[in-house]
């Protein structure tokens, strides 16, 4: 069984930061690859960032690179998020996958519920 928990989420001015956890039970944390995705209102997923069972491998969306860094420990995955602009608003979810290091959602067999991140201009 796969449980991923998301939370940190909140509400925060333009240009302050917040970090995201997506803990992890069960045999998740044998992931082959965890990401962060998410949603804002009336728009598709979109990925965010992921990173390897290693975390030597990393990736991130052209909107958060320099910005937001994802890693990882043995008891959680997190996504550290700077310099937030209102645009960053949305919903954001944890997955793993264990089969593929991948940006695709499809790639990804088991998600989190989701945390919400409100960023006010």
């Known amino acids: 069984q796969v449980e991923l928990v998301e939370s940190g989420g909140g509400l925060v001015q333009a240009g302050g930061s917040l970090r995201l956890s997506c803990a992890a039970s069960?045999?998740?944390?044998?992931?082959?690859?965890m990401a962060w995705f998410r949603q804002a209102p009336g728009k598709e997923r979109q990925f965010v960032a992921a990173?390897?069972?290693?975390?030597?491998t990393t990736d991130y969306g052209d909107t958060v690179k320099g910005r937001f860094t994802i890693s990882r420990d043995e008891n959680a995955g997190y996504l550290q998020m700077n310099s937030l602009k209102p645009e960053d608003t949305a919903v954001y979810y944890c997955?793993?996958?264990?089969?593929?290091?991948?940006?695709?959602?499809?790639?990804?067999?088991?998600w989190g519920q989701g945390t919400q991140v409100i960023v006010s201009s």
């Open positions: 997955a793993v996958n264990f089969k593929i290091f991948s940006t695709r959602q499809g790639s990804y067999d088991f």
């Open positions: 069960g045999r998740a944390f044998n992931f082959y690859a």
């Open positions: 990173i390897s069972r290693s975390g030597g």
